[in-house]
């Protein structure tokens, strides 16, 4: 999936010479973390909330409120924001942009165009939407998580035993990660299975691959073999 397909658009953003206590209103009334900073039409910056809230008095200020109401409107976005925002193309995959989020150690970043236009913006929350929609929870119905082996063929014969069960594929994701040589782990979601023979199914399973775990999202059951 292209990051085009999952981000939060139109993005909203501020300009770099609004008041910091703007900023504050504005991610409080739309509920988000980052907002892109903008001189002129183009990106200058990205302001977080951490930003504002290094920014911000402490609770222990001495100040008025007052006087607390005219520091804020002093100190504007081009004072506090992050002057070298990291950014991420339309056209990146979805895990492209997660690896890029991950590497900076920030929650989210504007999403730009081929020429530098901000068109939208990536978060974590995005993130959490893709991981949703790419592992087929929406269907709820049944995981299935196997050690396999890494050869040909070898996730078809599980995939045509839950379909002989009755049962559609939601969505297979596989990884190498923490597996032995020569095997890879698989986590199988499917559903409208044949209930009155779910437990036959399982004992079929095992018996084609090493069982991990088993998650009935329908019956909020769940088998852990590891």
Known sequence: MLVKECMSTPAITIDSEEPMSNAVNLMKEKGIRILPVLKKGQLVGVLSDSDIKRASPSDATLLE?????????????????????VTIPMHFTVEEAAEKLLNYGISGAPVVDDRGDVVGVITQADMFKVLISL????????????????????????????????????????????????????????????????????????KKAKMLYVVDHSENKREIYI
């Open 65 to 85: 409120v007052h006087e607390l109401l005219y520091l804020l409107a002093r100190i504007k976005v081009r004072d506090i924001m992050n002057k070298n925002p």
């Open 135 to 206: 592992s087929g929870l929406q269907h709820r119905g049944v995981q299935f998580a196997f050690e396999i082996e890494d050869r040909p063929g070898s996730i078809k014969e599980l995939t045509d035993v839950m379909r002989a069960a009755g049962g559609r594929i939601a969505s297979i994701l596989g990884t190498y990660d923490r597996t032995p040589a020569g095997n890879r782990h698989v986590y199988i979601r499917a559903y409208n299975l044949d209930r009155a023979r779910l437990d036959v199914l399982k004992e079929t399973l095992k």
